[in-house]
């Protein structure tokens, strides 16, 4: 039985990997904050709202607007809870994973339920307002992302 001999080269070695220095690192870490998850609910908060607010002064239904705010509550608070739980400490790297996917099954059951309510929870709903409340409360995860300090812009 012929085996092939070990090889002696790692992965990194072959794609040109180099670790950072313990400088590089800190220097990385300083050029690429860390996005709180904290405030990225409240800038839902904030934007589910605005988005509210925008909805009642556009179409003049108090109806329209709970049903805009509805739908932005059932985007915050499901990302509250899942960041609250998540951003606990964990003993590994395997207990942080299992975290996090229940956290988002508790983050989708919530969601499901808090949509199975709407109808008795809401007078007067509107599923298209609740939807577009959903939406743009969804989206502001990618302005969270885009707005953050200290990310650089690619020059053309």
């Not at 709202?49 to 556009?58: E, I, K, P, T």
């Not at 577009?132 to 409360?137: C, R, S």
Request: hydrophobic share 55%; net charge positive; aromatic share 8%.
């Amino acid at each position: 039985m012929k085996t092939d001999a070990p090889d002696t080269g790692t992965e990194a070695e072959d794609t040109g990997f180099k670790p950072l220095s313990a400088d590089e690192a800190r220097d990385w870490r300083m050029r690429h904050p860390r996005v709180s998850v904290w405030r990225i609910v409240a800038f839902q908060a904030v934007l589910g709202l605005l988005a509210a607010v925008v909805a009642w002064g556009v179409s003049g239904k108090s109806s329209i607007a709970w049903s805009t705010g509805y739908g932005a509550l059932a985007v915050v608070l499901p990302a509250a809870l899942f960041a609250r739980g998540v951003a606990r400490d964990r003993a590994s790297a395997g207990a942080a994973l299992a975290g996090l996917f229940g956290w988002e099954l508790v983050k989708i059951a919530l969601t499901v339920a808090m949509l199975a309510a709407a109808p008795r929870l809401v007078p007067g709903l509107s599923w298209l307002a609740l939807l577009a409340g959903m939406v743009v409360t969804m989206k502001t995860y990618w302005i969270a992302l885009m707005v953050r300090p200290g990310v650089r812009k690619p020059i053309d």
